[in-house]
């Protein structure tokens, strides 16, 4: 069964730092393009950052900047998504997906992902 799980999230002060995973089970990673999206109540999903397969390209939006840095393992089959400074408004459920690299351009590397996990909340408050 092909699966990506989430973990790390949590309650964090504001200021504070968290570092999400997402491990793959059934397949590998290595492949693939990974993206990190999240979705806060009464929010469409938005995209936070992606990377590539080899892990030499990134994107992030403008909105976590400088403050959050995705990275991956390919050895451990994981992905991370280190985030710095959080804010308030970084409170959202947290997903890391999965899509095949194409020869594109697109401000989420890629302008689909195939697998998706169950995601992990992230709450940002005092």
């Known amino acids: 069964q092909l699966q990506l799980v989430e973990s790390g999230g949590g309650l964090v002060q504001p200021g504070g730092s968290l570092r999400l995973s997402c491990a793959a089970s059934g397949f590998t990673l290595d492949y693939y393009v990974i993206g990190w999206f999240r979705q806060a109540p009464g929010k469409e999903r938005e995209g936070v950052s992606c990377i590539s397969s080899s892990g030499g390209s990134t994107n992030y939006a403008a909105s976590v900047k400088g403050r959050f840095t995705i990275s991956r393992d390919n050895a451990k089959n994981t992905v991370y998504l280190q985030m710095n400074s959080l804010k308030p408004e970084d409170t959202a459920v947290y997903y890391c997906?999965?899509?095949?690299?194409?020869?594109?351009?697109?401000?989420?590397?890629?302008?689909?992902?195939?697998?998706w996990g169950q995601g992990t909340q992230v709450t940002v408050s005092l």
């Open positions: 997906a999965a899509g095949e690299p194409l020869t594109t351009v697109h401000p989420m590397c890629v302008p689909w992902y195939d697998f």
